[in-house]
């Protein structure tokens, strides 16, 4: 399902806790998503469906997108998330994130699912979203099947931590893609992050990098999430309120860059009309497939608000 929502931060927010789904609603982030998973224990993840609902239903939440990470398909909680949430705030919620995804399968499950909510109670059929979670090694080695699951797939999201347990990767925190001496003379979620992207971007689907632990380490999360941007991903997790501000920068074009992408199209316009094939710019040669690339840029920017 192709949509024009921003995802350059997308804050994670544990649903057992009232006070952060407040400060969350108020914060800046892109998407925000409510937590049933990881952050929240057993014994409580029934009772926080009732805050995430509270919250979805009586917050103001200007013109975030409301997301709730439900838990995986596995669970005893999976069916009962879905239906609980879409039946009290289905009209509030605009996407669910799937974890630990291994297969289509589970993301036909969701998605049946919830057409069936939205046909008993008279919703508009389909247009709550889907996000992935690639976190597994069976997920990352079939993501191009899981990319083009379901037309509510809206995006991929690159989960490292379960990955990183999946793979027997030995890294110290969620997101260590290159700190301290582990012998690795690259970034090791390079192939992960390519495939994901990739595949996402073949399907019409945004790529989402996902967490980074180090929240006292703010040049380490701006770090990862350049790399992430530079390969094709449209914004990355927030674990913490204060990579909130990074991520927003990282993943919406600079000035420079805007001014620099309208002076190539309108370069290669100018030579087309011309009846050149290319046009010099810059001190490079430039086509229309690189102007493709900054056409890309100037979207990027209208959809940021900064064009």
């Known amino acids: 399902m ?11 927010t544990p649903g057992i806790s009232p006070k952060m789904i407040a400060k969350a609603a108020a914060s800046e982030a892109d998407l925000v998503f409510l937590d049933l998973e990881d952050s929240v224990v057993a014994n409580e993840k029934v009772p926080a469906r009732a805050n995430i609902i509270e919250g979805l239903n009586t917050l103001d939440w200007g013109k975030k997108t409301r997301a709730v990470r439900i838990n995986p398909v596995s669970t005893q909680w999976c ?3 879905v239906i609980d949430i879409v039946t009290a705030a289905g009209e509030n919620l605009d996407v669910i994130i799937i974890p630990k995804v291994f297969a289509p399968r589970d993301v036909w499950f969701v998605d049946d699912l919830l057409t069936q909510l939205e046909t008993q109670l008279g919703l508009e059929v389909g247009r709550i979203g889907l996000e992935v979670l690639i976190e597994e090694t069976q997920a990352l080695a079939c993501v191009e099947d899981i990319a083009s699951s379901s037309s509510r797939l809206e995006a991929l999201i690159l989960g490292v931590g379960d990955l990183s347990a999946s793979q027997g990767i030995r890294l110290g925190h969620i997101g260590a893609a290159s700190e301290g001496d582990n012998g690795y003379p690259g970034d090791v979620w390079h192939y992960a992050r390519n495939r994901v992207t990739v595949a996402a971007r073949a399907n019409g689907l945004d790529a989402v990098d996902g967490p980074f632990g180090g929240i006292a380490n703010p040049k380490g999360y701006e770090r990862e999430a350049n790399w992430a941007a530079t390969l094709g991903a ?8 204060s990579q909130i501000a990074i991520a927003n920068e990282v993943f919406a074009p600079t000035p420079g860059e805007i ?18 094939g290319a046009a010099a710019f810059q001190g490079m ?3 229309a497939a690189t102007a493709r690339i900054f056409e890309a840029v ?3 920017a209208r959809l940021c608000g900064v064009s």
């Open 2 to 12: 192709p949509t024009n929502r921003l995802r350059r931060s997308e804050l994670s």
């Open 79 to 81: 069916h009962g998330d």
């Open 234 to 241: 449209v914004g990355k997790w927030a674990i913490h309120p």
């Open 259 to 276: 001014e620099r992408a309208a002076a190539a199209v309108e370069a290669v316009k100018e030579a087309e009309a011309a009846g050149l």
């Open 285 to 287: 040669m430039i086509d």
């Open 298 to 300: 100037l979207d990027r």
